[in-house]
């Protein structure tokens, strides 16, 4: 039993998850070429985690639960590390009977009105985009001026021109 190796591949596995989360985001966010190194850098690893798994895996069945492990791990830090750089845009769209909007506009968001029907009144719809850092900051004040607002929110890439203060 050789500790350092666990530890090694168990390290590696945790590495190899964290970046390719970190991949997607990027990609995700129109960085081919940062997706394509963080690929480079994702492949090396598990090239390396993998070859010490697959040495002598008959003899030594306990690699493959530190591999699992440290793929579990992994992911769960991966998913933590991507909710904590918050990096992309979301598009907010908010529908409320409440004229709500310069009030969001004096907070510094650029807001979008849309006059809207819905069954039984008239609607202002409303489109917000944001930094995705901000949303809890937006939803907080949503909270404040409108409660009844329904709000629904979508992961966005910009493809051209959007107005942002």
């Known amino acids: 039993m050789n500790l350092k190796i666990y530890l090694f591949i168990f390290l590696c596995k945790i ?3 964290m970046i390719a989360t ?14 394509a190194l963080l690929q480079f850098t994702n492949t090396l690893i598990w090239i390396l985690g993998t070859s010490l798994v697959i ?19 992994g992911s769960y830090l991966g998913s933590k590390m991507e909710e904590k750089l918050s990096l992309g845009d979301n598009l907010f769209i908010c529908m409320t009977e409440n004229k709500i909007d310069t009030m969001i506009r004096n907070n510094g968001y ?15 719809i409303l489109f917000i985009v944001l930094p995705r850092y901000q949303n809890k900051q937006f939803m ?15 992961r966005t890439s910009i493809v051209q021109g959007i107005y942002k203060k």
């Open 22 to 35: 970190l991949r997607i985001i990027i990609i995700n966010n129109n960085r081919k070429i940062m997706g």
């Open 15 to 17: 590495a190899e998850n």
């Open 140 to 154: 907080d004040l949503m909270k404040k001026i409108d409660p009844y607002a329904s709000i629904v929110f979508l």
């Open 110 to 124: 650029a807001v979008t009105l849309v006059k809207g029907k819905g069954l039984e009144s008239k609607k202002n």
């Open 55 to 73: 040495v002598d895996i008959n003899k030594d069945i306990l690699k493959i639960l530190v591999f699992a492990v440290g793929s579990l791990v």
